[in-house]
């Protein structure tokens, strides 16, 4: 039995829908209440509802996403091919703080069980993390890390892992050029993540640009608390000291050092802490057009929640958010906050000049593939992932948050940089949609993967840990699947479930944002 027609209209304005059903609608096919269709349209992609002549908007979302390059006739399919996006709204005569939204009531009474750190943040994971100064380390740190993982972690239960921060930076590059200090202080916060309890031990070649001193200075590791939780001063294992006579005295070195760090670890203990003190990084990747539909809204009703329990969220990706920089300043808490989101998106408009591309450069082959025609089409459904609630801070690319409730953290859009850029902010979870599918992880935070689509979530059932695709198939509602999500973060928090991305052990590399020169 053929399946109805089901297409999705997100406003009453919008003169395109997108075709929800797996593998699209064939020629011929009626609408409900609508156009029969003149050509295969697949699905996530959109079908004009009328005639659209040629120069006229084309409208999702109640804005144009693009004008139309001719004449489309009413059930025709609407592809990028047939759109000029328009221009990028210009960074004057923005509405500043202008929002006046009714208060979020307060959400109380719910908690996870977490690991309090000395400087006041508190972890989901209990993890030793072992930094690097220059990617020169990388390969012989790789190898002390199996060791203490095959060793040591055994002895001490109440570690969950040990992580090498491998990165390629540190050296061969012009470290005091402007904006060189962007992957300085991004690693330098990724150090001392939540998630790595205050223990700080790094490696180090000796020879390399960015000195341990430089990556941590004097005052940027908490002071040992009461408890002795914390390790005091700055644990260097440098490679290039003669005390090290052979490749394995360098790792054995790594070794010794890292067990005093798990002992310190292995001697925490969970703590029912409030929801307060969630850190969580939002972040959309391999998107498609159920992306703005479904899974996003669904996690912008979450962010509501998160913000109501008074917990921290970041959503980032300036490409992603810049054509609706309008909203955005309208949603500002302070005009202070305004001004710094102006501030970041004209950085990135500079960038990128400075690069020959703009904006439109964001979308990728797969983005086109699931229906999205262009950014500004795919910003407008990005930005659903922030919600409702006032913006209360914005940080430039690898600060760290400073304040409670819904910060933009200015990243690139790329998965990888975004993720490291949100775990220097300081990220204790992090949740990622997708609607094309990806194994994306990281290794320092629990990542909860949101599908966009059932068939997604039915193809790759042991990859995707929630199904927002049911907002589409009309089986669950966007409230339905937004508190899903709300309930499973405290699960994953507390350490009773893991993410599938967990299971596997997946993780990528971190990627560290780097807008200087490279000598």
Known sequence: ???????????????????????????????????????????G????????????????????????????????????????????????????ATSRAEPLLPLQGYAFEGYRNADGSVGTRNILAITQTVQCVAGLTDL?????????????????DVVALEHGYGCGVAIDAPDAEIPIRTLRHISLNPN???????????????????LLPPGAIPLQDARGSAAAGLDVVCLQDDAHIGFMAMVEAIVRQ???????LDARRRETVPASELVVGVQCGGSDAFSGVTANPAVG?????????????????????????????????TPEVAQALIREMAWTDAYLKRGGVDRSANTTPGNKAGGLSNIVEKAMGSIVKSGSAPISGVLAPGEKLQTKGLTFAATPASDFICGTLQLAAGMNLHVFTTGRGTPYGLAAVPVIKVATR????????????????????????IEDVGWELFHLMLEVASGRKKTWAEHWKLHNALVLFNPAPVT
């Open 144 to 160: 002390a890390v199996q060791r203490i993982k095959a060793e040591l972690l055994p002895r001490y239960p109440n570690v969950d």
């Open 301 to 333: 009703f979450c962010t509501d929640l998160l913000v109501r329990a008074g917990a921290s969220v970041l959503f980032s990706e300036t490409t992603e958010v810049r054509d609706g920089i309008a909203q955005l300043t309208a949603r500002a808490a």
């Open 258 to 264: 890292a067990e005093e760090h798990l002992k310190r």
């Open 196 to 214: 790595f309890g205050g223990e700080v031990m790094v490696v180090s070649l000796g020879c390399e640009k960015l000195q341990p001193e430089r």
């Open 45 to 96: 992609h959109k079908v004009a509802l009328v005639d659209i002549a040629a120069d006229a908007p084309v409208l999702r979302y109640g804005i144009p996403i693009g004008f139309a390059r001719e004449d489309i006739a009413a059930g025709s399919w609407v592809h990028e091919r047939r759109l000029q996006m328009p221009q990028a709204r210009g960074l004057d005569d923005l509405p500043i």
């Open 1 to 43: 039995m053929t399946a109805p027609a089901l297409t999705l209209r997100m406003h009453g304005r919008d003169n395109v829908a997108i075709v929800a059903n797996d593998g699209g609608l064939a020629a011929g096919t009626a609408l409900p209440g609508g156009p029969v269709l003149r050509e295969r349209v697949p699905q």
């Open 454 to 477: 059932s068939a997604l979530a039915r193809r790759w059932h042991d990859l995707m840990d929630v199904n927002a695709g049911r907002i589409a198939d009309g089986t669950a509602t």
